[in-house]
């Protein structure tokens, strides 16, 4: 199974949510793993090679390794799959690409590969010395508009809820719940399949806003979701763009009955406080 890495790790891989070191499980590791630097990276960043007893991964960052081993898998039913912010460490944590080739048992899942073999692996070889911080930043809050929410249930029996352990030896069909899909152009369209609103915040704005959603809309339940919004523009000041279409602002509200509001909250972030360039194979 080849995927590039965002559709797995970082956005709906992609799609992570933050979970906190001090939660790491039994520590795990890869019975064999290679870790070389690309400096070419020709195949394009994150390219996936995944198979039953096989991770591999190419051309990601140090810092974006951390973001997807200290999250938890997108595909689940965590509400919350932003990947975490990380902050701090090296220049190179952010320019050095690598490619990570391991084996495991062949029963591993790919959440257990991604999240504590994953971590065991960046500590042993990059020294990899993290924690957590709650600290305050921006955030937009996502709650209903004045008019109620204008929301799809998904149909009961739709969509069924993708197994993350098993995922290697039976790939996802069509028909799994928190399918997402984002068409980017001058406008973009957003399409979402049996997902809670909460993850249609986190998934649907991560590469359109600036800044975390955090939903305060309390309404529970799947939903088949809809939004087309201009890509031209990503701030509460209004932009006048040919194309016609909405901001994504108002986008949310006409099309979905919700309303995004700038705020600020605690942020739960990993600072990483010593990394160092991997040792041999």
């Known amino acids: 199974m080849v995927r590039p890495l965002r559709l797995i790790v970082l956005a709906a891989l992609s799609w992570f949510a933050f979970r906190s070191v001090a939660q790491t499980p039994q520590r795990v590791e890869f019975e064999v793993a290679t870790i070389r ?63 990570i080739v391991a084996t495991a048992p062949g029963e591993t899942g790919l959440d257990e590969m991604y999240g504590p073999m994953m971590r065991a692996l960046l500590e ?16 937009y809050t996502l709650t209903a508009g004045r008019g109620g929410a204008k929301l799809t249930p998904s149909k009961p029996g739709s969509c069924v809820a993708i197994d993350m352990k098993s995922v290697l030896k039976a790939p996802p069909g069509p028909n799994y719940c928190g399918q997402f899909e984002m068409k980017r152009g001058p406008v973009s369209i957003a399409n979402a399949k049996g997902m809670t609103i909460a993850e249609f915040a986190a998934r649907v704005f991560r590469d359109t806003l600036d800044r975390p959603v955090i939903d305060q809309t309390s309404i529970a339940g799947l939903y088949d979701l809809h939004l087309e919004f201009s890509s031209l523009e990503n701030s509460v000041v ?29 942020v739960e972030v990993l600072v990483i406080d010593h990394a160092e360039k991997p040792s041999a194979n």
């Open 37 to 99: 630097r690309n400096e070419t990276c020709v195949n394009g960043a994150g390219l996936e090679h995944h198979s039953p007893g096989r991770f591999g991964v190419e051309c990601v960052s140090l810092r974006d390794y951390i973001r997807g081993a200290y999250g938890s898998y997108g595909f689940g039913r965590n509400p919350d799959v932003r990947p975490p912010k990380v902050l701090g460490g090296p220049d190179w944590v952010d320019t050095d690409r690598y490619d």
């Open 124 to 139: 042993d070889r990059f020294g990899l010395k993290i924690h957590s911080e709650i600290r305050e930043f921006p955030v």
């Open 238 to 266: 209004p932009v006048v763009a040919d194309n016609a279409a909405p901001s994504v602002f108002t986008a949310v509200q006409e099309q979905l009955g919700l309303k995004l509001s700038p705020d600020k909250g605690p």
